[in-house]
């Protein structure tokens, strides 16, 4: 036999074997999605999110105009549909993203904010495969202007002032637990209600 | 074939070990007591009192409005939401002073 080909068989074997190793400790140890995603998988995630959009798309900017009106209509979607897993500021620091996998990323970096405008529509219209973005668009001309005036959204993230922040919060969905804990929290504060053990401190999450 | 797609996907999957938690903040409600440069004491609602960290990352809420560290008086009622390890302040809302 040739010495490459030899080489070859014996690097293929070595792959089988290390492979064979990785896949005996991962059943026998099972997966959750407490891990942290590998190297491997986030590069191969990462480029499955690239070709998930299609051609025509990924190349394609924005086509809505940036004005406050909808900046402001993205911040208000924003923080009543996606916030819950990225959280106001798109950092990802919420309850559910935190506890995905792979976890809600921080869309202030350039991880994201590298993509094109296409990617980013293409990605909230049709959501990404085996991981918890689902996709949002129903192929209307509605939910299209949305998806766009989100990824303007997206792209002021890095910008994000502590003024939206706060109107986002009493924009976020909550829970009737939450709203118990808001009036209480506003009845305190105004000087309305007296001060009562029952609320001195109490889980918040996020 | 199929089993080893199985096991491409299975490898492919494979993780790290890493184990994270999401986090949980607390909210405290009570009055302040003292208030100095980088904490303050407050009097929580059931009595007790808490020492609580004021950092640079700290934010301050009035009025629904975003405001400063100067707006926060002794006396304050104020609704502080604690970082994960309950030491620092989050955010601070900021009340009417308790009647005395």
């Known amino acids: 036999m040739r010495r490459p080909v030899k080489l070859t068989l014996l690097l293929l074997g070595t792959l089988v074997l290390l492979g064979g190793a990785l896949f005996l400790s991962t059943i026998r140890r099972g997966f959750s999605t407490h891990d942290e995603p590998s190297r491997m998988e986030a590069v191969v995630a990462r480029s499955i999110r690239h070709w998930s959009a299609p051609a025509d798309l990924r190349n394609e900017k924005n086509p809505l105009p940036l004005t406050p009106q909808v900046l402001g209509e993205a911040r208000a979607h924003w923080a009543d549909h996606c916030a819950s897993c990225h959280a106001n500021d798109g950092r990802g620091k919420a309850d559910l993203g935190q506890r995905m996998y792979p976890r809600a990323p921080d869309m202030t970096l350039p991880a994201t904010q590298s993509l094109s405008d296409g990617e980013l529509f293409s990605i909230i219209e049709n959501g990404i495969r085996l991981t918890g973005m689902p996709g949002w668009g129903d192929g209307s001309a509605e939910s299209g202007y949305g998806s766009w005036t989100l990824v303007h959204f997206m792209r002021h993230l890095p910008e994000l002032t502590p003024e939206e922040i706060t109107e986002m919060e009493a924009l976020n969905p909550k829970t009737p637990e939450e709203w118990e804990q808001i009036q209480a929290e506003e009845a305190f504060l105004s000087g309305e209600a007296e001060p009562s053990a029952d609320h001195s401190s109490t889980d918040h999450s996020h | ?100």
């Open chain 2, 1 to 100: 074939m199929r089993k080893i797609l199985i096991f491409l996907l299975v490898t492919a999957f494979a993780a790290g070990s890493a184990f994270a938690h999401g986090g949980k903040s607390h909210q405290l409600l009570g009055t302040v007591k003292e208030l100095h440069e980088n904490h303050l004491m407050v009097t929580a609602t059931d009595g007790h009192e808490t020492m609580v960290m004021l950092t640079p990352k700290t934010q301050y809420e009035k009025d629904k409005k975003p405001a400063k560290r100067s707006d926060l008086l002794t006396g304050a009622r104020v609704s502080i939401q604690l970082s994960e390890d309950n030491k620092n302040a989050v955010k601070v809302k900021i009340g009417k002073a308790t009647a005395k």
